[in-house]
């Protein structure tokens, strides 16, 4: 059975967010920075029954770094925008026309 099969997604965010994951049915692990969370997946990895690892985006520092420092991991990590996150910019039409196949 792979790991996917038997799995279970864990959050890992900070202490006032993650009630909501809970009651949801997530298993959830508490971190309020960039570090905290990836020495939290580094403890994820050796364990069989985890099959995805969701990070809520607004504890970490360098989302960018973040992705990179994860790539060597098996588990896939999701990274969560939430409403305390940073917003980012978007281009509409770069957008439009990356749909259209002409850009």
Known sequence: MSRVEKGKVVVIGDRDTLPLFKSAGFK????YSQ????DIISRL???DDVALI????HILDDVDRFKI???????????LPTSW?????VDVNKLIAKALGVG
């Open 35 to 38: 570090s905290q969370a990836l």
């Open 45 to 47: 990895e050796l364990s």
């Open 85 to 89: 996150s940073p917003g980012e910019s």
């Open 28 to 31: 959830v692990l508490e971190a």
């Open 54 to 57: 969701i990070v809520l985006k």
């Open 69 to 79: 420092q994860t790539l060597k991991f098996k588990i896939p990590v999701f990274i």
